[in-house]
Nanobody, 119 residues
Framework: VQLQASGGGLVQPGGSLRLSCAASGSILSISAMGWYRQVPGKQRELVARIMSGGLTNYADSVKGRFTISSDNDKKTAYLQMNNLKPEDTAVYYC??????????????WGQGTQVTVSS
């Protein structure tokens, strides 16, 4: 299973970005897709996650500003980030959990995309 993340970049405080994560490969089903972020010297933290049934959860720091969604047919997750703050600066990683066509559970990570919020 491969994940291709895109959409990071440099944005001013208060601006918006949209991240995308497309999964491909021998996927039977996807249980959940999520976004995590990491800054140097700190642990990777959950930003947002969406389950196959549509249930979502968010880090408190992004509630009301970020929205996660998914397109099951395209096996793609999106993270709409609005009202970005300098503290949102991090490398954002996509994560997907599911089952492959051999009926084995998998968990895959994308390559990471840099988000920088600065004036």
């Amino acid at each position: 299973v491969q994940l291709q993340a895109s959409g990071g970049g440099l944005v001013q405080p208060g601006g918006s970005l949209r991240l995308s994560c497309a999964a491909s490969g021998s996927i039977l089903s996807i249980s959940a897709m999520g976004w995590y972020r990491q800054v140097p010297g700190k642990q990777r933290e959950l930003v947002a996650r969406i389950m196959s049934g549509g249930l979502t959860n968010y880090a408190d720091s992004v509630k009301g500003r970020f929205t996660i969604s998914s397109d099951n047919d395209k096996k793609t997750a999106y993270l709409q980030m609005n009202n970005l703050k300098p503290e949102d600066t991090a490398v954002y990683y996509c994560n997907v959990d599911g089952y492959n066509t051999a009926y084995k559970a998998f968990g895959s990570w994308g390559q990471g995309t840099q988000v920088t919020v600065s004036s």
